[in-house]
Nanobody, 127 residues
């Protein structure tokens, strides 16, 4: 059994940064390829960053220069440093680990917005 757990998502302002982490556990000692796949409602998951066990990286054109993928020496953790975020980066980011087999994490929400409003709460002052 292999488990992947993502963390590091949250709310960022445009131009801000976040760093995602994905930790693996289970019987596979290392993975040949790991990557990050954002997904928004109604769309398919497409990779924005991949890294191989040899350290080769590949990025989607939309994130080149802004995102950096890395992994630890044991090939059990993968990270995604996200800089210069813009609202189009808003998505649930899933971690993928391959070899042998293909494994996904549960995803971590990344929201890039200049402001977030709550639903409001009624205040009534009566004499």
């Amino acid at each position: 059994q292999v488990h992947l757990v993502e963390s590091g998502g949250g709310l960022a302002q445009p131009g801000g940064s976040l760093k995602l982490s994905c930790e693996t556990s289970g019987r596979i000692l290392s993975f040949t390829t790991m990557g990050w796949y954002p997904q928004t409602p109604g769309t398919q998951r497409e990779p924005v960053a991949l890294i191989t066990v040899g350290g080769l990286t590949r990025y989607a054109d939309s994130v080149k220069g802004g995102f950096t993928i890395s992994r630890d020496k044991a090939h059990r953790r993968v990270y995604l440093e996200m800089n210069s975020l813009n609202p189009e980066d808003t998505a649930v980011y899933y971690c993928l680990a391959r070899g042998p087999g293909e494994y996904w994490g549960q995803g971590t929400q990344v929201t890039v917005s200049s402001g977030v409003w709550g639903q409001g709460t009624q205040v009534t002052v009566s004499p």
